[in-house]
């Protein structure tokens, strides 16, 4: 377990009768951004609130920063972002922020300055004046991850960050999430949209049912699942060796070739490094050779099943148990 910021050993949750978490384990290194993937439903709320020590697990053990501590006892270490938002309303929004920053041990004068610089940073410089109630919803969204940050902590825990944001605001909190693992800070996050753990994540772990369904990097994950793919670009007229490279069923089983532009599925167990290889031997001149697995989105798709995807895409929502 060293090096990790968060380890979970075969946490189990239950709630009358429905296992909401099951034997889950996982390893947050320390500076990464670790994604918990899943459909709602899946148990990524239950998990993330054991972490943050706010359930008890049945079974199963929750250890940070390398230790037996609990959430609690690592509060002014710890940022928590969940998924119920509330702040007070009839507060003035740079006072909220002060007061929550306060709570965690930060001084009245540092959380003035601090709160200031980070509302100017997301767009809201005019507003930290107004009353929380006269804000938009992204505003107030805006406002709470600051709250979540305020404090400098060293890990940010994360539960649908993007939920309710427009494109801009999403792209101005994941800019902000990068930024904060370039100073060093280790982020978990959870989410059920692909994409987004797709561009951000370091690491991920994908659940349904309450169980660890696969883990690891979202490259390996990929690749690990479906069919593996190469994109191939000729600068040139490809030479008869491509031909023969790409009748070798040792190799390749699937060609979809274009002339100049050819899309590889590769054989089990083969090597797309030996067919480059053979390209550049037998005279090709290669503008593009691109490795890809499936998409995120197609692994989670055949891993969960298509319906609970689907119910992803048209926006379905179930209660995250």
């Not at 002014?76 to 938002?85: D, H, K, M, N, Y």
């Not at 427009?166 to 996050?189: A, C, E, H, S, Y």
Request: charged share 25%.
């Amino acid at each position: 377990m060293h090096g990790s910021v968060v380890a979970m050993d075969r946490v189990t949750k239950r709630f009358t009768g429905h296992t909401a978490v099951d034997a889950l384990s996982l390893e947050v290194p320390a500076g990464m951004i670790y994604g918990l993937l899943g459909p709602n439903g899946a148990g990524k709320t239950t998990a993330i609130r054991m972490i943050m020590n706010i359930l008890i697990p049945d079974e199963g053990s929750v250890s940070l920063f390398g230790t037996a501590g609990t959430g609690r006892d690592y509060s002014a270490r710890i940022g928590f972002l969940p998924e119920e938002r509330g702040l007070y309303p009839k507060m003035r929004v740079l006072d909220v922020l002060v007061f929550l920053a306060e709570a965690k041990g930060v001084d009245r004068r540092i959380a003035r300055a601090r709160g200031q610089e980070w509302l100017e940073r997301l767009g809201l410089g005019d507003w930290s004046l107004r009353r929380v109630a006269d804000l938009s919803k992204g505003m107030q969204q805006k406002v709470q991850f600051i709250s979540t940050v305020l404090h400098d902590p060293d890990l940010v825990v994360l539960d649908e960050p993007f939920s309710g944001l427009d494109p801009v605001n999403t792209q101005v909190m994941k800019d902000t999430v990068l930024d904060l693992r370039r100073r060093g800070k280790t982020i978990l996050f959870s989410t059920h949209i692909m994409e987004h753990a797709e561009k951000l994540c370091d690491q991920l772990c994908i659940i349904a049912r309450g169980r660890k369904l696969v883990d690891g990097t979202p490259a390996a994950v990929t690749l690990a699942h479906g069919g593996r793919h190469v994109t191939v670009a000729f600068e040139a007229p490809p030479p008869e060796a491509a031909s023969q490279v790409f009748a070798d069923r040792t190799l390749v089983v699937g060609v979809q070739d274009y002339g100049r532009y050819a899309e590889l599925e590769l054989a089990e167990g083969s090597d797309p490094q030996e067919i480059l290889r053979r390209l550049v031997a037998g005279g090709a001149r290669l503008s593009r050779f691109d490795i890809a697995g499936p998409s995120l989105h197609k692994v989670f798709v055949d891993l969960v099943g298509p319906d609970a995807a689907r119910a992803e895409a048209v926006g379905g929502r179930v209660a995250d148990a």
